[in-house]
Each structure stands twice: as structure tokens, then as C-alpha cells.
Nanobody, 128 residues
Framework: QVQLVESGGGLVQAGGSLRLSCAASGRTVSSYHMGWFRQAPGKEREFVASINRNGGSTFYTDSVKGRFTISRDNSKNTVYLQMNSLEPEDTAVYYC?????????????????????WGQGTQVTVSS
């Protein structure tokens, strides 16, 4: 089973940027479709973005389209979430998740239940 560790969270002013990283160990990240989810205080965890195994297909929730970019570097066993034009509504704990899939799958995997491995989360706080 793959282990995931997120990093890169912090406190930023509205309009600023952060880049989250998700480092995998135990198994190569290239075997997995990877996703980012977030959970704000008092809310359920929600899908943010995901990327297929070869990086050829990416998927985003509507509220982050045009602001966030998911990418992966399989040679570094790491997945990234570049977050630009951050808004206070983006404040949440961000989680990285992994699931096995076929190499050229174009399925987005929006649901939490579709992922079998999770990181511990990293806090992102956006001040107004």
C-alpha cells in the first residue's frame, strides 16, 4: 500500500499562491490515479482535483477551475497542487489521495469512497 505525506500548506493573504506537494512512498506513484480533496471547518470533505496516471487527463471542481493546477512528477514520486488567486473560501485542510487505475483511464474519480489511500492533510488558511 502506498503512503502519502502532504506538505506546503500555510497562511496566505487573499490573492496569494501556495503549492502543495504529496510525496508517495511504499509504491511508485505512477501506479495510481491521484486526487486532492479538502475539508473546511464544519463541512464535509470535497473533491478539488485529480489527475490520471500518465498526467494526460486532469479534473477540477468548478470553484477552482482556472486558479488551481494539479500535476505530477512520477520520477520524483510526487503530486502537486498549484493554487493561485486564493480566496478565503479555499481555507481548509487539504488531503492527497490515491487509487489504482488503468494507465490511460479518463475517469475523474470524484468520490472519496473511490480512493483507498490518504495522507494526513495539510492546513491552508487564506486571510481576507
Amino acid at each position: 500500500q502506498v503512503q502519502l505525506v502532504e506538505s506546503g500548506g500555510g497562511l496566505v493573504q487573499a490573492g496569494g499562491s501556495l503549492r502543495l506537494s504529496c510525496a508517495a512512498s511504499g509504491r511508485t506513484v505512477s501506479s495510481y490515479h491521484m486526487g486532492w480533496f479538502r475539508q473546511a471547518p464544519g463541512k464535509e470533505r470535497e473533491f478539488v482535483a485529480s489527475i490520471n496516471r500518465n498526467g494526460g487527463s486532469t479534473f477540477y471542481t468548478d470553484s477552482v477551475k482556472g486558479r488551481f493546477t494539479i500535476s505530477r512528477d512520477n520520477s520524483k514520486n510526487t503530486v502537486y497542487l498549484q493554487m493561485n488567486s486564493l480566496e478565503p473560501e479555499d481555507t481548509a485542510v487539504y488531503y492527497c489521495a490515491a487509487r489504482e487505475s488503468s494507465l490511460y483511464s479518463r475517469t475523474a474519480y470524484y468520490a472519496e469512497s473511490e480512493y483507498g489511500a490518504w495522507g494526513q492533510g495539510t492546513q491552508v488558511t487564506v486571510s481576507s
